[in-house]
Every structure is written in C-alpha cells, then in structure tokens.
C-alpha cells in the first residue's frame, strides 16, 4: 500500500473479535473497504475469518492481543492508526459468568472487571488519543442487559458492564463536542451461538430453543454500522436491542 491510499484508507479496529459479534462486525466494515485490525487472544483463531474477508475481497488484519494490558491494547491501537485513519473502534469483550455471591471468588470477581471494564478505558482511551488528533472518530462498546440492571449469580458480570456504561457516557460527555461518537449498545437478548444454542437445549430441548428469541450477530454488527454513519447533528450516545418478541 502507497503513503497516499495509506493515508485515506478507513480503518476499523476491533478489541474482542470472537466467532459471532466480533467477526461479524469485521465482515461489515470490510465490505464497505475498511481495513480491519481484529484483536482476540490466539491470533490463529481469526485465520478462517481473514480467509474468507480476503476472498470477498477485503482486508483484515489479525492480532493476537490481551484487553488487560496496557501496553498490549495501546500498541494494537498505534499499528491500527498507522494504516490508516482510525475511523472506529470497537470495544467487544464479553466476561459473563454466574456464580451465587457466596461463591464468587475474589479471582473471578477482579478477572470479570478487567475484561469487562478496564480493558474498556484501556481501549477508550488509546482510540481517543488518535482521535483528538485526527479530529473525528467512533468510539463503540458492547454492553448487556447486565449493563442495567444486575441479575441473580451475576454480580461480577454486572458490575463490570455498569462500570463500562459509566465510562461511555462520560467519555461520550467529554469526547462529543470533539467531534468523537462515542456509543453504547446494550444487547438485551440472548445472542445466537452454538454456546447458547447448546445452553438453551441442554435446559428446554429443541422445542425451548425454538421458542427463545436470539440476536443475530450480523443484526448487531448492522447496528454499529448505523450508528457509525449517523450524522453528528443526531447522534446516539446508547441504544437498546433485542428481537422483537423478547420479553422486557
């Protein structure tokens, strides 16, 4: 790639580029020409996916990459920013575990947080850095259900989501007026994967897991491309989704 198609090439860089949310999310923003810097643990996991954008003709970048460092979550953002303008980050790092509050562990509890909530500033705060600079940018995070309201078991889970909630609203406070989106999706549903779908029929059998409304992962990653083109004058700082015969 030439400086020049460097320099105006759009990149998007995701942290937490799983099987289901996260590459669907690559597979949307690469088909629109953006360069997609996904960062998951075990790079090698994301080979299928590089695969299969670069057939479509797209470009993903695949990075092994651990949200709890520091130094980790700024050098994937520096190399995503160097391809590029770093035009979205994406924050999509689950951490949902249940455990009755008598059995949480102190381990559990402080591993939930990191992925959860810390890892989001890390992430926040290395995508404002480049944006400030570059003047314009989106900045999004994927929350739950979790991120409103705690649930049985879920202390640690909830914890951590409504921590990252209050940072984007804060973040979304401070960086809006800078010409940054800064957005939080709350997805208010069960998402279908095949950890789910086997949860569900280990639960309620084939005819429960027809009966259980799921997001798909392609809807959520449509989701961020929308909020991504919203023209700043209607910007949405935090949208709920779910399917339309969730109950809620």
């Known amino acids: 790639m030439t400086s020049e198609k460097a320099a105006k090439a759009k990149v998007c860089a995701i942290v937490g580029a799983g099987d289901y949310i996260g590459s669907a ?4 923003f690469a088909r629109e020409g953006y360069i997609v810097v996904a960062g998951r643990r075990g790079a090698d996991k994301l080979k299928p996916l590089c695969e299969e954008i670069e057939e479509a003709g797209g470009t993903l970048v695949a990075r092994s990459l651990d949200a709890r460092s520091e130094e980790a979550v700024d050098e994937f953002i520096g190399a995503a920013a160097g391809l590029g303008v770093l035009s979205v980050v994406i924050f999509n790092v689950g951490g949902n575990v249940n455990f009755p509050i008598a059995d949480t562990t102190e381990r ?3 591993k939930v947080w990191q992925m959860a909530c810390y890892g989001g500033f890390l992430t926040g705060r290395a995508a404002a850095r480049v944006m400030l600079k570059q003047g314009s940018g989106s900045i999004f995070f994927t929350g739950a259900t979790a991120s409103k309201r705690g649930g049985a078991g879920y202390g640690a889970f909830a914890s951590a989501k409504f921590g990252l909630r209050g940072l984007t609203q804060a973040m979304a406070r401070e960086l809006g007026p ?3 989106h800064v957005a939080h999706l709350v997805i208010d549903s069960a ?3 095949k950890w789910v779908r086997q949860l569900i029929t280990e639960r309620a059998g084939e005819e429960g897991l027809a009966q259980t409304p799921l997001l798909e992962p392609a809807s959520i990653a449509e989701t ?6 919203q023209p700043k004058d209607c910007w949405t700082h935090e949208m709920d989704v779910r399917p339309n015969n969730e109950n809620f």
């Open 25 to 28: 999310i690559a597979r949307r």
């Open 108 to 110: 559990v509890f402080r």
């Open 178 to 180: 800078e010409n940054i």
């Open 191 to 193: 998402v279908d994967t």
């Open 224 to 229: 961020y491309w929308m909020l991504h083109n």
